[in-house]
Structure formats: structure tokens, C-alpha cells
């Protein structure tokens, strides 16, 4: 079965953009549920761990048509928050740098714009979801939005960061100001993991 992926920082360490009983509850309660459920089915089948979790979304043929969409759901929970805690930290590098930043600026022109529409993304993302910067099949950096728990792997696209617009990732220091939220996540940026995504996917 899968194991979770620890924290690389403690839950008070993004205060106070991100508050402890916040990071809390939504690596306890809600990762720590997907991961649950995601091994609970998998164990009906008695599945060894033969692949990554993103490979595990190519052999969705191992799975019963009834299970497929609740393995989805909570497998994809699983990757997005682990991209999502991936993608921040309290190492203070919140602006892009080496093969990163010149992808962003190439793409983007410059930093700023690049918040920009990355903003405009998950603010105009219905209900709950995330914003991803992925790589495309194209092999070009690009923003997109996906609802629930869907994940860019599905569509052969490569995330290197990512922020969670679900409610529960942010309405308690936020409530309702989902834009602040998202203007607070680029404090809390790590760009050295972050490119080394952008690296290991570009490979």
C-alpha cells in the first residue's frame, strides 16, 4: 500500500499566511483520508504497489468499471496535495529561478504576469479544484484549472506546482477572500522544488 509523503516543514511554518490548525486538519483529515481510501480499494484487489502512484493511472484496466471513479477521485487526491505541499515551504525561495525562470519568462515576459494569469485562473475555477502550472504535451509551460480531483496526468500534461482552491485549504484564515489566498501563496513559494520538477519533467 501506499504511504503517505511527510511534511517537510512543521504545520505552524507558513504562518501566518497559512495558520496551524489549518495545515492540521488538511494533511490529517483530508490527505490522510484520500491516501486511506485510495489503499482501502486498492486492497480488494490486492495490489503490491507494482507502480507510482502517477502510473498507477495508466493501468486502470487492473480495476472493476464500479471502482474506477472512486480510485480516481481519492488517487488523484493523494497526487494533488502532494504537489500542493511540494510547491510551498518556509525556505524562503519564492522567486523562480534557473530553468524555471527562464521558462516563465519566456512564456510570460516576466514574473508579474505570470501571477497574474495564474490568478485569473483560480479565481475564475468554479467551486473546488486546483490551478496547476503544468508542462503541456507540447513540452511548453501552461496554467490550467481543474475541478475536484482531477489531475493533469490524465491529459498527458506534467504539473511542477500547484495551489489548492478547495474550501478547506484556506477558509479559515480566509473565509471568503479567495483572492488574498491566492496572493499569500506566492510567500509562500519554494522554487527550488518547484524547479526541480520542472527539470525531472522536461527530462
Known amino acids: 500500500m501506499y504511504k503517505k509523503k511527510e511534511l517537510q516543514y512543521s504545520y505552524d511554518a507558513l504562518e501566518p499566511f497559512i495558520d496551524t490548525h489549518t495545515m492540521g486538519v ?16 486498492l486492497a480488494k484487489y490486492n495490489y503490491q504497489e507494482n507502480y507510482s502512484k502517477v502510473e498507477l493511472l495508466r493501468h486502470l484496466d ?6 474506477i471513479e472512486n480510485l480516481l477521485f481519492n488517487l488523484g487526491g493523494v497526487i494533488n496535495h502532494e504537489l500542493y505541499w511540494n510547491s510551498i515551504s518556509d525556505k524562503g525561495n519564492t522567486q523562480p529561478i534557473r530553468e524555471i525562470k527562464e521558462a516563465i519568462m519566456s512564456k ?24 496547476f502550472l503544468v508542462i503541456n504535451p507540447d513540452n ?6 481543474m475541478s ?4 493533469p496526468y ?6 511542477v506546482m500547484t495551489i489548492d482552491m478547495w474550501e478547506h485549504a484556506y477558509y479559515l484564515n480566509y473565509q471568503n477572500n479567495k483572492k488574498l489566498y491566492i496572493e499569500n501563496f506566492f510567500d509562500i513559494l519554494d522554487f527550488e522544488k518547484i524547479n526541480d520538477k ?3 519533467y522536461k527530462k
Request: zero cysteines; glycine letters at 4%.
Open 198 to 200: 520542472y527539470i525531472e
Open 62 to 67: 487492473m480495476f472493476k468499471e464500479n471502482d
Open 108 to 131: 510570460y515576459g516576466s514574473y508579474d504576469n505570470f501571477k497574474q494569469q495564474f490568478t485569473d485562473s483560480a479565481m475564475a475555477l468554479k467551486g473546488s479544484g486546483y490551478t
Open 26 to 41: 488538511h494533511y490529517n483529515k483530508h490527505y490522510l483520508n484520500y491516501l486511506k481510501n485510495l489503499n482501502n480499494i
Open 148 to 151: 475536484n480531483q482531477l489531475t
Open 154 to 159: 490524465l491529459n498527458n500534461y506534467y504539473p
Open 140 to 145: 511548453d509551460l501552461e496554467i490550467i484549472s
